[in-house]
């Protein structure tokens, strides 16, 4: 990697403007990555455009609003031209072009130098600099550590460190799962000392519930929820299912069914669990696992997916039951 970080320090010395993106459907290490990177370049003096596919939940948005940011999905025609007369592009928590959606097009024929940043395995080269470390917690911990390994640390204001801290935040479920380390520690530290309220970062996300979202989830744990820990074929999986007429019914929004997964995941003796999603745009689901479970290649092998070892997404074109049939037949190879 000291071979790419010192190509990273010569990109950012030799350019002045940047575009900044991440993945479609943003979640906090996506939008504390742009936005941790944005604050830093613009205390270095530089200029930088955000591009991200779509919006981000709202209680993420707060996170954006300095920020100079376009949505492919409402102004195509803005980031077509930013796309076509850039020079440098700095690719963040996303390790492969397709993970963009219909943005990819552009990412793939982009003519400037670019760089990539991010922490998911098996990463797909689409960019000239590849800085990738799958052990990393978090994009936004990376990136603290390139920037402090070529000695810009200083360039990182408060605003920059209170979007790194959002980052490291959420991807490590608030500091508990196994990817976190003492360097993880050391680095919340040294953003804490930029003067961040760290409390009112917690509050921002996870004390902002609409009542709506708290009763898709009441009804979701409560109604929804199967769990396949019982019986002479019982296995310590569990799973819910919503159809797009559930989710409108409860006023849905991106980011209202964040971390539902986990709450079926913390049930005790249950070692994975999906949340299966009924999209306007197909079937999504969000798999997660802990101990000796790793889901990712299962995520990968069968449904178009794939992430980390305890977390990982995946998609489906069939129907939600035709879906939700193909997990619970092919699910028991994952505890084998």
Not at 1 to 27: K, V
Not at 237 to 265: M, P
Request: aromatic share 8%.
């Amino acid at each position: 990697m000291q071979d790419e970080l010192i190509r990273l320090q010569q990109f950012l010395e030799n350019n002045h403007s940047f575009l900044l993106m991440s993945h479609r459907a943003p979640d906090g290490d996506a939008v504390g990555s742009v936005a941790g990177f944005y604050h830093y370049l613009s205390a270095s003096g530089k200029d930088a455009i955000v591009i991200l596919p779509d919006p981000p939940s709202d209680v993420l948005l707060p996170f954006l609003k300095d920020v100079p940011v376009k949505y492919f999905n409402e102004e195509s025609d803005q980031v077509d031209a930013l796309m076509s007369n850039a020079n440098a592009l700095i690719c963040l928590d996303f390790n492969a072009s397709n993970r963009v959606g219909d943005l990819q097009g552009l990412l793939d024929s982009f003519k400037g130098q670019s760089v990539m940043i991010d922490h998911h395995p098996d990463p797909v080269k689409f960019t000239e600099i590849v800085i990738t470390d799958p052990e990393n917690s978090s994009t936004c911990q990376l990136i603290f550590e390139c920037l402090e390994k070529i000695n810009q640390v200083e360039h990182i204001d408060l605003k920059a460190a209170e979007s790194l801290y959002l980052g490291i935040m959420t991807d490590t479920g608030s500091f508990r799962f196994p990817s976190v380390n003492a360097n993880t520690h050391r680095i919340l530290g040294s953003l804490m000392q930029k003067g961040i309220k760290h409390w009112m970062i917690h509050q921002q996300v996870f004390d902002n519930n609409r009542v709506e979202q708290l009763q898709l989830r009441g009804y979701a744990i409560s109604e929804k929820l199967f769990l396949l820990n019982s019986g002479p074929n019982a296995i310590p999986f569990g799973y819910i299912a919503l159809s797009q007429e559930e989710l409108l019914r409860f006023n849905y929004k991106a980011g209202d069914t964040e971390g539902l997964v986990n709450v079926i995941l913390s049930i005790e003796g249950i070692k994975a669990a999906v949340i299966v999603q009924e999209k306007r745009d197909g079937i999504k689901l969000s798999f997660r696992s802990k101990d000796n479970v790793y889901i990712n290649e299962f995520a990968k092998k069968y449904f178009n997916g794939g992430g980390h070892k305890y977390a990982a997404g995946g998609s489906s074109s069939d129907s939600l039951s035709v879906t939700i049939e193909r997990i619970v037949r092919l699910i028991p190879e994952i505890f084998s």
